[in-house]
């Protein structure tokens, strides 16, 4: 896949922002996860891969998972694809401007050492509604690194986890009940599902791939259709629409309730996801 460098600049209506700038006008400490369905009706751009990162191509999972650092950077290039985020970096550290949500840069590492998880602490402590989101298997040891540097851990129930695509059912899914229809669509590489009843919607999904890795993105089944398969349908539903023969892995973030059904499904536990921000108040990334 071909790598562009990513822009130095952001425009939000109509102002000129530095990638160091923060947006601190308006923005109230909310933490919209991984997971938020943006109400913005503007275009997406088409994703442009970070020069400076590296991504692996066609790992198998067990080497991916052997690599953490690089199944980061992978996750975040196919998230900023589903949501039409252009990346940066923050020294060797993926960064994503938030422009949609809280209008505020994310940071993610995997297991920073001390003088790096300082320097992105710092970072996440010009704006209250900057996160730094840490993935590691050492969870005491970042929360008592986020309280030296007077952050809190907003969130710690998450988890990354992936799956070997050649276990999964990758046939067209059809719905038992039929009051429900599935509608899919694609729009500049990401694959949309959406289960409707009617005008309401149901559930839905989506997925963008990144080099043989197929990234997952706000699985979402709303509450009074709960408990009739949705969600698995939804998986399945996205996995026909993108999974050719190129797409050797799946990844996600994944709640609590989210990390029961994806288990049962075959996916297995990379490590867990903390959320770290000034501010007290936030979401759980993969549903928020």
Request: glycine share 8%; aromatic share 8%; charged share 20%.
């Amino acid at each position: 896949m071909a790598t562009a460098a990513a822009p130095q600049t952001s425009s939000e209506n109509g102002k000129e922002y530095g990638w160091s700038t923060s947006l601190s006008a308006g923005i109230r400490p909310v933490f919209p996860g991984h997971d938020y369905i943006s109400k913005s009706d503007q275009p997406t751009e088409p994703l442009l891969l970070v020069t400076g990162l590296e991504y692996p191509h066609h790992m198998s999972p067990d080497a991916l998972v052997g690599n953490i650092t690089n199944l980061l950077e992978v996750w975040v290039a196919g998230w900023a694809g589903c949501r039409g985020y252009q990346p940066s970096v923050e020294g060797r550290f993926p960064a994503v401007l938030r422009a949609d949500t809280t209008g505020e840069w994310e940071y993610f590492a995997h297991d920073p050492s001390d003088a790096e998880f300082a320097a992105l602490a710092a970072k996440a402590a010009e704006a209250p509604t900057r996160v730094l989101t840490v993935l590691t298997n050492d969870v005491l040891r970042y929360t008592q690194l986020a309280e030296k540097h007077a952050l809190n851990v907003t969130s710690a129930s998450q988890a990354m986890m992936i799956v070997d695509m050649e276990t999964q059912d990758t046939e067209d899914p059809w719905l038992s009940d039929d009051d429900l229809q599935l509608v899919t669509s694609e729009l500049d590489g990401v694959h949309h599902a959406v289960v409707r009843s009617g005008d309401t919607v149901a559930a839905s999904g989506r997925v963008f791939v990144v080099d043989g890795t197929a990234v997952f993105d706000k699985i979402v089944t709303e509450p009074t259709f709960q408990r009739r398969g949705l969600g698995s349908f939804i998986m399945k539903a996205l996995a026909a629409q993108a999974i050719g023969p190129d797409v050797e892995n799946g990844l996600l973030l994944a709640s609590l309730d989210g990390q029961k059904l994806y288990s049962h499904l075959g996916w297995s536990t990379v490590c867990r996801v903390l959320m770290l921000s000034l501010s007290d108040e936030g979401t759980d990334l993969s549903v928020g």
